[in-house]
């Protein structure tokens, strides 16, 4: 297994967790997970929904946080721990499809799944088939929850449209995620209705931020994830994405320390439009 610590995943999931937890409390506070007392929290990673989930579970509520990644679960377990939850929270390094396997191949044995930016054709071959394995380990009346940043259709770039439009697709391009069809990342809702699970719903969470450095997460969610990734895409996959060479000039220039940082604008601000899908077993 490749050693995250290596690839820059620590310190993604770290920035990511910290400038996400008011997203996801207020996500999981719309679950009503009160009583449940078997929770999943598929693909961990940093293990930020663990505090929420075992809080709004109460006191007998038991999660299982479940991470390919060994370092992934080390930090979940530190933060668990910080949290003052790690009595309510157990570990599982595994596959996600066979944990999910098992608990369906059971009858179902969870009250509730979170999976917060898992289900995506980065991850899974066939999200769909995730999703049903999702809903087939819910117990009856289990809720499944699923989560995402909604990376691309965030502001990074507010007042560069073009430009944020062509990192967007460079992006996409350099993740080699496809554009459009059955495995694209914006098809939750599709994968639950086909899941066969009811009440499907969706809801939109908005991640602000502004004035940036107003809120200590903000500058290092955008300097340690967001803007290393749009500009390696730009290096990499830009001129294919239709950017020319002034263009990747100019996305260096906003997203680098200099005179035109973005992050030094007073107007700037950031918005991440996180989506809640949600259905019931
Ligand atoms: C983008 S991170 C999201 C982590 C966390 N849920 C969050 O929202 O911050 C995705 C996590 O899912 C884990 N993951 C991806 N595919 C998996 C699989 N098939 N089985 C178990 N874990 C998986 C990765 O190791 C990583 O920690």
């Known amino acids: 297994m490749t050693d995250i610590r290596q690839t820059g995943l620590v310190s993604y999931l770290l920035s990511n967790r910290a400038f996400m937890a008011q997203a996801v409390q207020?996500?999981?506070?719309?679950?009503?997970?009160?009583?449940?007392?078997?929770?999943?929290?598929?693909?961990?990673?940093?293990?930020?929904?663990?505090?929420?989930?075992?809080?709004?579970?109460?006191?007998?509520?038991?999660?299982?946080?479940?991470?390919?990644h060994h370092d992934a679960l080390t930090l979940a377990d530190t933060h668990a721990t910080e949290k003052g939850v790690a009595s309510q929270v157990s570990f599982k390094e595994a596959d996600l499809l066979d944990v999910l396997g098992e608990a369906g191949?059971?009858?179902?044995?969870?009250?509730?799944?979170?999976?917060?930016?898992?289900?995506?054709?980065?991850?899974?071959?066939?999200?769909?088939?995730?999703?049903?394995?999702?809903?087939?380990?819910?117990?009856?009346?289990g809720t499944l929850a699923i989560f995402t940043s909604n990376y691309y259709q965030s502001m990074f770039l507010p007042g560069h449209?073009?430009?944020?439009?062509?990192?967007r697709m460079a992006s996409e391009l350099n993740w080699g995620?496809?554009?459009?069809?059955?495995?694209?990342?914006?098809?939750?809702?599709?994968?639950v209705?086909?899941?066969g699970l009811r009440e499907v719903g969706l809801r939109v969470i908005p991640r602000i931020g502004f004035p940036a450095d107003s809120d200590p997460s903000v500058r290092p969610y955008l300097e340690k994830v967001v803007f290393p990734e749009l500009l390696e895409a730009a290096r990499s996959a830009g001129q294919k994405a239709g950017m020319s060479a002034e263009e990747v000039r100019e996305a260096e220039e906003l997203m680098s320390p200099?005179?035109?940082?973005?992050?030094?604008?007073?107007?700037?601000?950031?918005?991440?439009?996180?989506?809640?899908?949600?259905?019931?077993?």
């Not at 179902?108 to 991850?123: E, K, L, M, R």
């Not at 087939?136 to 009346?141: C, E, G, I, T, Y």
């Not at 069809?181 to 098809?187: A, I, L, V």
């Open 161 to 167: 449209s073009q430009l944020q439009n062509k990192l």
């Open 193 to 195: 209705l086909a899941s």
């Open 26 to 68: 207020q996500a999981v506070d719309t679950l009503d997970l009160a009583g449940r007392r078997r929770l999943l929290d598929a693909g961990t990673g940093a293990g930020g929904a663990l505090p929420p989930l075992a809080l709004a579970g109460g006191p007998d509520a038991l999660v299982l946080g479940v991470d390919a």
């Open 177 to 191: 995620i496809p554009g459009s069809g059955p495995t694209h990342y914006e098809r939750h809702v599709h994968w």
């Open 105 to 141: 191949a059971a009858g179902g044995t969870f009250d509730a799944i979170w999976a917060s930016d898992v289900v995506w054709p980065g991850n899974f071959e066939d999200p769909a088939e995730a999703v049903a394995l999702m809903a087939q380990a819910l117990a009856p009346d």
């Open 258 to 281: 200099g005179p035109r940082y973005v992050l030094d604008d007073p107007g700037y601000y950031v918005v991440h439009p996180t989506l809640l899908v949600t259905g019931v077993r």
